[in-house]
């Protein structure tokens, strides 16, 4: 008898289990997307992916936690509640402000390491332009600025630690920009650090040359401090670097197929009038990197990616140092340092991904969202 029970109430526990899966499997991963948003740029792209892979059921955004980067932190808001709006998510997927300045890296210090030879393409993001003082400030999204939809009235940083501890286990960082929520959310919290699933970060350059500088990435150089703090955590963590990106070129056929898409979708519209539209029409032979859109294919199938190396990585963070934001990967963790060993990716399928990024691009927006839950 007790054990006839005990079968019954573990065959019944066997099918919730089940039913639980079932469910999971349908929702798809869950994922914070932590980013410097921008309109349409690699940002707005990953993040019009995302919401299309919600409505088909594959994927799971519990918020987009904006931080400064490309642009800043409240011009990257609007640009996300605006993003949002557009494709009819505004209501389902919050949008929380996060930190505005880097833990430790200023522009005195920036032109201090440029001037001891830094080097570099010379994009500063946000430290390009004034730092906006009111919605007067703003710049106006081609499509106009969300109407409806309002960033939440929890920080960033709380949402982060809120909703890892309400999902221990489950939640997935994309982590898109400088690390400085990611960083403050562990410093405040530190107990989340167990409970986050994985972090899969677009950031770092591993084995090729920096972008904004000769040696150092754009996300890891504007906020060294904090990605070295995070990558140092002991979680699960992947590395999308700029070793794969840059084999990942966005070209003017490609461009077209979105841009040229028919039926025009509000998404496609604006895609054709971003930067790089411009580019392409100068040269036809142009080519450009779509970084961050990178990270989402590998969460949805890690086979996207056709070579990963397993590496100890760190970043050094020495403001006035041309050397600060540099990533470094050790094949064998160097002594003295706690360091992380994580998957580094090195190389993707591109044609297989680029009919990804393409179908999601171009899919009917408004999107039709499942029910929440
Ligand atoms: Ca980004």
Request: net charge neutral.
């Amino acid at each position: 008898m007790k054990r006839r029970a005990w079968l019954l109430s573990a065959a019944s526990a066997a099918a919730l289990a089940a039913c639980a899966g079932v469910r999971r499997a349908q929702g798809g991963p869950k994922v914070i997307i932590d980013s410097d948003y921008n309109t349409m740029s690699d940002d707005g792209q990953l993040g019009a992916m995302a919401v299309q892979l919600q409505a088909q059921g594959r994927l799971q955004v519990m918020g987009i936690t904006v931080v400064s980067g490309n642009k800043w932190l409240q011009q990257g808001v609007a640009e996300a509640l605006m993003s949002m709006e557009r494709l009819g998510a505004g209501d389902r997927i919050g949008v929380y402000a996060g930190a505005n300045l880097p833990l430790n890296h200023d522009y005195v210090t920036i032109q201090a390491e440029l001037k001891a030879g830094a080097g570099g393409d010379g994009y500063l993001g946000a430290w390009k332009t004034p730092e906006p003082r009111s919605a007067a400030d703003l710049v106006r999204p081609p499509d106009g600025f969300a109407t409806r939809t309002q960033v939440q009235p929890t920080g960033a940083v709380d949402f982060i630690v809120q909703t890892i501890k309400a999902h221990p286990h489950e939640i997935t960082l994309l982590a898109v920009g400088p690390l400085t929520n990611i960083a403050l959310a562990i410093r405040q919290s530190p107990e989340i650090v167990p409970l986050i699933q994985q972090i899969i970060y677009m950031g770092g350059a591993v084995h090729v040359p920096g972008n904004t500088t000769k040696a150092a990435e754009f996300n890891w150089w504007f906020d060294p401090e904090a990605a070295q703090f995070v990558l140092r955590q002991p979680i699960p963590q992947v590395v999308v670097p700029l070793d794969v990106t840059n084999t990942v070129q966005l070209n003017k056929a490609t461009f077209e197929r979105i841009a040229l898409a028919s039926p025009p979708t509000a998404v496609t519209r604006v895609y054709a009038q971003e930067w790089f539209s411009r580019r392409f029409a100068r040269d036809p032979n142009y080519t450009s990197n779509i970084w961050d859109t990178l990270v989402i294919a590998y969460l949805l199938d890690p086979s996207y990616a056709t070579q990963v190396d397993e590496e100890y990585v760190d970043v050094i963070a020495k403001p006035g140092d041309p050397q600060n934001g540099r990533s470094v990967g050790y094949a064998q963790p160097p002594e003295g340092v706690k360091l992380q060993k994580m998957k580094v990716v090195k190389r993707f399928d591109n044609a297989r991904f680029l009919d990804l990024y393409v179908d999601l691009l171009t899919r009917p927006v408004p999107v039709a969202l499942p029910p929440a839950g």
